[in-house]
């Protein structure tokens, strides 16, 4: 059974920084793209991030070009964001996603864990 687990969401202030890990079970993790998606209240899930199987292939949301980081660590199967130069508008729950493929549709994606909340005050 594949499992997603995100960490690492919290209250921060404008400005601060926050590191988000999913830790990936169940699947052969060097061979999926993973990914970062966010929802906000009523809005649809977005991507934020995404690396190739291979980390050859990194996408990012022009929303968070510059300010986020995506990585991941095959030996340990976790993907993380790194998110400096936080904003009240990232504000939502992140989701940690695994497919074959980076794709920008949520619906494209095989996989999925069950979020964790970042919150940004102003």
């Known amino acids: 059974q594949v499992q997603l687990v995100e960490s690492g969401g919290g209250l921060v202030q404008a400005g601060g920084s926050l590191r988000l890990s999913c830790a990936a079970s169940g699947l052969t993790f060097r061979n999926h793209a993973m990914g970062w998606f966010r929802q906000a209240p009523g809005k649809e899930r977005a991507i934020v991030a995404g690396?190739?199987?291979?980390?050859?292939?990194?996408y990012y949301a022009d929303s968070v070009k510059g300010r986020f980081t995506i990585s991941r660590d095959d030996a340990k199967n976790l993907v993380y964001l790194q998110m400096d130069s936080l904003k009240a508008e990232d504000t939502a729950v992140y989701y940690c996603?695994?497919?074959?493929?980076?794709?920008?549709?949520?619906?494209?994606?095989?996989?999925w864990g069950q979020g964790t909340q970042v919150t940004v005050s102003s």
């Open positions: 690396v190739s199987w291979d980390g050859g292939n990194i």
């Open positions: 996603a695994a497919g074959y493929l980076i794709r920008r549709s949520a619906d494209e994606w095989q996989y």
